[in-house]
């Protein structure tokens, strides 16, 4: 009898290679989606440990680099495979200048490698895998750190392509906001205390740019905090009528740009009383994002520069209420949308 086959060891492999789930994070696609490829257009890789598990050298990662900016151009799938083997690389592809994907890289900076694997996945439109990357990063992560190291950097990478790109791109910015959206949206909240004054969350009027309440939204409900969220450019009458009736604790209003921010607006939200006569009550208000500048102008708000730190004061003022010496802002210096943004 023939001895069995052993597995490779280590010292077999080639030193970089890699395993499946380490190259789809590097390519920004899903490990299903390189099966596929493998499948469709017999682009796996050169080598297997153990006859099962793939095993990636610097040789196939190329030819998927080069598959995937094809991919991005515009070219259909299965010719962009066939010029990927037929290059037949000799080691890793040189990334052009401006970063990983060649021309149309997102200018991310020094980033995590989700983050640029997310940033792949939009420039190609690769929606399946925008998805599944976004909710491998919220179930590793959370969704806190998952917002502030991977979706605002990509998000604000995406928004600074889009600014210096002319009308091109705006369908990656799209994509990407519609999935960032959908993730946040299926959170679930955890129940909290019963009779819990809520937390108000809104845009300013004429303000579209909702991703970064919505992110908080998330948060608080996964505190077990009560939201009640509106979204996008609510009307100046129909927020202080949603102040009224429902009596929050504390109003978060979002600005993204100057030209929407509002210090009128706020004054008035901030001095609205709700309740029956004779047991009136007020909100706390708290001005979120870079369009309301660096500090509150009123005593009566606060300000928030950041996600993690912005929870913590919300929470603050659903424990106890309003602390002394006035209403808290949270630390550090005031985040644009690679903060807390998009």
């Known amino acids: 009898?023939?001895?069995?086959?052993?597995?490779?060891?280590?010292?077999?492999?080639?030193?970089?290679?890699?395993?499946?789930?380490?190259?789809?994070?590097?390519?920004?696609?899903?490990?299903?989606?390189?099966?596929?490829?493998?499948?469709?257009?017999?682009?796996?890789?050169?080598?297997?440990?153990?006859?099962?598990?793939?095993?990636?050298?610097?040789?196939?990662?190329?030819?998927?680099?080069?598959?995937?900016?094809?991919?991005?151009?515009?070219?259909?799938?299965?010719?962009?495979?066939?010029?990927?083997?037929?290059?037949?690389?000799?080691?890793?592809?040189?990334?052009?200048?401006?970063?990983?994907?060649?021309?149309?890289?997102?200018?991310?900076?020094?980033?995590?490698?989700?983050?640029?694997?997310?940033?792949?996945?939009?420039?190609?439109?690769?929606?399946?895998?925008?998805?599944?990357?976004?909710?491998?990063?919220?179930?590793?992560?959370?969704?806190?750190?998952?917002?502030?190291?991977?979706?605002?950097?990509?998000?604000?990478?995406?928004?600074?392509?889009?600014?210096?790109?002319?009308?091109?791109?705006?369908?990656?910015?799209?994509?990407?906001?519609?999935?960032?959206?959908?993730?946040?949206?299926?959170?679930?909240?955890?129940?909290?205390?019963?009779?819990?004054?809520?937390?108000?969350?809104?845009c300013v009027p004429g303000e579209q740019h909702s991703l970064p309440i919505e992110a908080l939204a998330a948060a608080l409900g996964e505190r077990g905090l009560p939201v009640r969220m509106f979204g996008a450019a609510l009307p100046a009458e129909a927020l202080r009528d949603a102040v009224r009736r429902t009596g929050p604790r504390a109003v978060v209003l979002w600005s993204q740009s100057r030209t929407t921010a509002d210090p009128a607006l706020a004054r008035a939200v901030a001095g609205i009383e709700w309740g029956l006569r004779g047991a009136r009550g007020r909100s706390a208000l708290l001005l979120a994002g870079p369009g309301w500048g660096a500090a509150a102008a009123d005593p009566r708000t606060g300000r928030l520069f950041g996600l993690r730190s912005g929870l913590d004061v919300i929470a603050e003022l659903a424990a106890g209420g309003h602390p002394a010496g006035g209403l808290p802002a949270s630390g550090g210096a005031p985040a644009g949308p690679a903060a807390y943004g998009s």
């Open 1 to 202: 009898m023939h001895p069995e086959p052993r597995p490779p060891l280590p010292q077999d492999l080639p030193a970089a290679a890699l395993s499946t789930g380490a190259v789809a994070r590097h390519l920004g696609v899903s490990p299903t989606t390189l099966r596929s490829w493998e499948r469709r257009y017999a682009i796996g890789p050169a080598r297997r440990e153990g006859g099962r598990h793939r095993r990636w050298t610097p040789q196939d990662v190329a030819r998927l680099e080069l598959m995937c900016r094809l991919t991005a151009r515009g070219v259909p799938p299965a010719e962009a495979a066939r010029a990927a083997r037929g290059a037949a690389p000799s080691g890793p592809a040189r990334q052009p200048r401006g970063g990983p994907g060649g021309q149309g890289a997102l200018p991310l900076g020094e980033v995590r490698p989700e983050s640029r694997g997310l940033a792949r996945a939009a420039v190609r439109l690769d929606a399946s895998a925008v998805q599944e990357l976004l909710e491998a990063a919220l179930a590793e992560l959370g969704l806190v750190t998952a917002w502030e190291e991977i979706i605002a950097p990509t998000l604000h990478a995406v928004g600074r392509k889009w600014a210096s790109a002319g009308e091109r791109y705006v369908e990656v910015e799209h994509l990407l906001s519609w999935h960032v959206s959908g993730a946040m949206h299926r959170i679930r909240p955890v129940p909290g205390p019963p009779r819990t004054p809520p937390v108000l969350l809104a």
